[in-house]
């Protein structure tokens, strides 16, 4: 994608109202592209005084906007739509923090990768539906959150970031087949190890992928190490430092 074209992509099945503010790195032109329900609407406020309704019709629309200037401020704020099933901002230049979640219940598939957000990543304790969170390739820092209330979950995926460590009580979904991967991090000795004990300790017979190899992750040790062996015998790959 060419990363002069800033692209947002929201599907959900309620009307809902959502604001762009941000910089564009040149004028060219800004798509959102929706999927709302015949009947239901979404307007759109595009940061400089102008808006669009678009009218939902059951299948994707896009709307496109040309600015005529290269300073525009654009973050989008999913809170106002609970019902919105995904949210992907992603391969974008957004910056700041990544946007609160919490309130949208329903939401099955985020993505947030590909852009520079820091902070830390988005809590997701509420997002009982989330299926997969996307957010590497940023400068998220901080803590990977607990996801054992993520029942449903298929893919985390937070390579490529700033990550140092684990959530207290760090656990995942029992029984749970998925990719995990925090690849190209700056994971502790601790956090390597509590990952591994919790994948195994929660997945006597499920297999899945866990990658906590590259960047300065540390490599497991002790309980972490026998956990690693313990999942490959059952069938994950895990690959580490």
């Known amino acids: 994608m060419d990363a002069r074209t800033q692209m947002f992509f929201f599907y959900g ?12 790195t040149s004028p060219d032109p800004i798509s959102i592209t929706t999927k709302i329900d015949i009947g ?3 307007t759109i406020s595009w940061g400089d005084g102008t808006t669009d309704v678009v009218n939902g019709t059951g299948a994707s629309v896009t709307t496109t906007h ?28 957004l910056t700041g923090s990544a946007p609160d979640i919490s309130s949208n219940t329903a939401l099955a598939n985020l993505y947030l990768n590909s852009n520079q957000f820091t902070g830390s990543l988005p ?10 969170l996307y957010a590497y390739s940023n400068q998220f820092t901080g803590l990977i959150p607990d996801i054992s209330s993520n029942i449903k979950i298929q893919n985390f ?3 490529d970031n700033q ?13 749970r087949s998925f990719d995990f991967n925090a690849s190209n991090n700056a994971l502790t000795e601790t ?15 499920a297999i899945g992928t866990i990658n906590l190899s ?11 190490a026998t956990a690693a062996a313990s999942l490959i015998a059952k069938g994950w790959t895990v690959t580490t430092n």
């Open 13 to 24: 099945s309620h009307s809902h109202w959502c604001s762009f503010y941000g910089t564009p």
């Open 40 to 42: 239901e609407s979404m």
């Open 66 to 93: 040309s600015y005529v200037a290269d300073q525009h401020n654009i973050t989008a704020d999913p809170s106002s739509n609970t019902a919105l099933l995904t949210f992907a901002i992603y391969s974008n230049q």
């Open 123 to 132: 809590s997701i304790s509420s997002n009982i539906a989330l299926l997969s």
């Open 157 to 159: 995926d937070v390579h």
């Open 163 to 175: 990550l140092t460590d684990v959530a207290a009580g760090f656990a995942v979904p029992t029984e």
């Open 191 to 205: 956090a390597v190890n509590a990952i591994l004990v919790a994948f195994d300790t929660a997945n006597p017979t």
């Open 214 to 224: 590259g960047g300065t992750n540390a490599a497991p040790t002790g309980a972490g």
